[in-house]
């Protein structure tokens, strides 16, 4: 626990420390962090790598990984490849659509790097206009309370102050094996100077299921391979199932419980071979089989940080390290590797170092969303999660129907809405949809969830009609009772 005054803010006595505050990485927590300590009167200074769409250990910028190779240019693929549905949904609609239909790759390519160079420009005008002191280089830690910064013409900078933050977030790993070096990862992904018209994408978290979705909405043959029965290990199983069979239904070939076990380069492509002995060509083989944190350059462990076992910086709930001077937010960290939790995990580090009010990163009840076409979204617990920690039984409520617009356009896709709810005490547990705008509606839902409501309060809300939202309040019957520590039983 912090002791009162251990954090103060800055007085005469510490000004020969050249910053109150040194942040190494200017993605969306280290962002957020600078500008809300400077806001608190904190001097504060920042580093960050020369930006490219495609990062390297020397190369990075100002807005991280979710501005620059992640969450944003990815929605905008999403996006791109959701109107080749929409297209075909339109005609029995009324409009009149020729069936053969181009799409221009480089145009959207072009527009994308547009608005990510835009934004990286805005990050830097918000660290100017809060004054905080920006600096291009590396940087690394070589001392408690002393950084050193290599610009890009290699001259070194060093600089000490009273606390150091690290925000260096995660980068895209690589399994070994033979041929590794023919895949791309999610950064070149999204900077293709052609599109493939054969992909293979190994992996089966979210960004595989991503990129699967993005490059079928486009008109690729993917083929998708993961190690378990289903896409999106950690989340409720029955709604993987509902996301597996929607990436079916959309074309793409799915290849459960396959890895891959060499790539070899031909002149048709490259050569894919499996686990199984399979054998397939394609223009491109996407990784998408995890990220690792951003510390192996830091020079952490001559300092004394104390990392996991997966390079991981260890904090405490206040996101400090074993060296008081030392602190870490984000990805780099490994707890919830979102934006938004790197944000609140930034904005908690500020106000409890900077703004006399201690402040605890509230790592519960955390909402997210696989942009898979359509998207899944879910907050609380997923079923199982439910079925281990809950006292009692849970109950659990779930809605199947065909989304309005598919009734007259024709398409063959479900939606699927859950809520668990402990019996006992009638709260609400967890909640997830896959479905059209299932992220919008659950950002909804996650405040009920925060508020701690019960499936009572849900029940005696009023639906906005017509929506597919309105099915949150409107799902009264049962669909299971499971009891305490039993295997949870779906219906798929």
């Known amino acids: 626990m912090l002791i009162d005054g251990e954090v103060s803010q800055p007085n005469e006595e510490e000004a020969h420390y050249d ?139 060093s600089y000490t102050a009273k606390h150091i933050l690290i925000s260096t977030g995660g980068r895209a790993t ?111 083989v996407l990784f998408a089989t995890g990220r690792a944190p951003n510390t192996k350059r830091l020079n952490l462990e001559a300092v004394g940080v104390e990392l996991d076992k997966t390079g991981a910086v260890k904090v405490d709930e206040y996101s400090r390290t074993n060296i008081p001077s030392i602190w870490a937010v984000g990805d780099v960290t490994n707890r919830i590797n979102l934006t938004p939790v790197a944000l609140m995990e930034g904005t908690c580090f500020a106000k409890t170092v900077f703004g006399g009010q201690p402040c605890k990163p509230d790592h519960k009840d955390v909402a997210c969303a696989v942009f898979s076409i359509p998207p899944l979204s879910v907050v609380g617990l997923s079923e199982e999660q439910a079925i281990e920690e809950a006292n009692g039984d849970v109950l659990v409520f779930t809605s199947t129907f065909n989304p309005m617009k598919n009734t007259v356009s024709g398409r063959q896709e479900k939606t699927i809405m859950k809520l668990l709810v402990d019996a006992e005490t009638d709260k609400v547990l967890g909640a997830s949809m896959c479905g059209p705008d299932a992220p919008e509606i659950i950002q909804g839902i996650a405040v009920a969830l925060k508020c701690g409501a019960t499936k009572a309060q849900f029940d005696s809300t009023v639906g906005i009609h017509p929506s597919a939202a309105e099915e949150f309040v409107t799902m009264r019957s049962v669909t299971r009772r499971v009891a305490a520590g039993s295997k949870p039983k779906t219906n798929l």
């Open 19 to 157: 910053f109150d505050l040194f942040v190494i990485g200017a993605g969306s927590g280290g962002v957020r962090a600078s500008r809300f300590s400077a806001s608190y009167g904190a001097k504060v200074g920042i580093c960050e790598l020369p930006f490219h769409p495609i990062s390297s250990e020397v190369i990075g910028g100002v807005g991280g990984t979710c501005v620059i190779r992640g969450c944003v240019p990815k929605k905008i693929l999403v996006y791109g490849a959701s109107f080749r549905g929409e297209i075909e949904d339109a005609r029995n609609y009324g409009w009149e659509v020729s069936e053969k239909i181009d799409f221009n790759w480089k145009k959207l390519l072009h527009k994308k790097t547009e608005e990510i160079v835009r934004l990286n420009g805005i990050y830097k005008r918000l660290l100017n206009n809060s004054g905080v002191k920006l600096y291009e280089g590396e940087g690394k830690i070589v001392g408690p309370n002393e950084v050193e910064v290599t610009q890009l013409d290699g001259t070194k900078l």
């Open 174 to 284: 690589r399994p070994a094996i033979p041929g590794q070096e023919l895949a791309i990862t999610s950064d070149e992904a999204l900077s293709l100077e052609e599109l493939p018209k054969r992909a293979v994408i190994l992996g089966g978290g979210y960004i595989a299921v991503e990129f699967a979705s993005i490059w079928n909405g486009m008109g690729v043959t993917v083929d998708l391979f993961f190690r378990k029965e289903l896409p999106l290990r950690g989340f409720d199983d029955e709604m993987r199932a509902v996301v597996a069979r929607n990436l079916e239904s959309r074309g793409i070939n799915l290849h459960p419980r396959a890895t891959l076990s060499e790539l070899i380069k031909t002149e048709d492509g490259i050569k894919v071979i499996t686990d199984h002995g399979e054998e397939l060509i394609a223009d491109v």
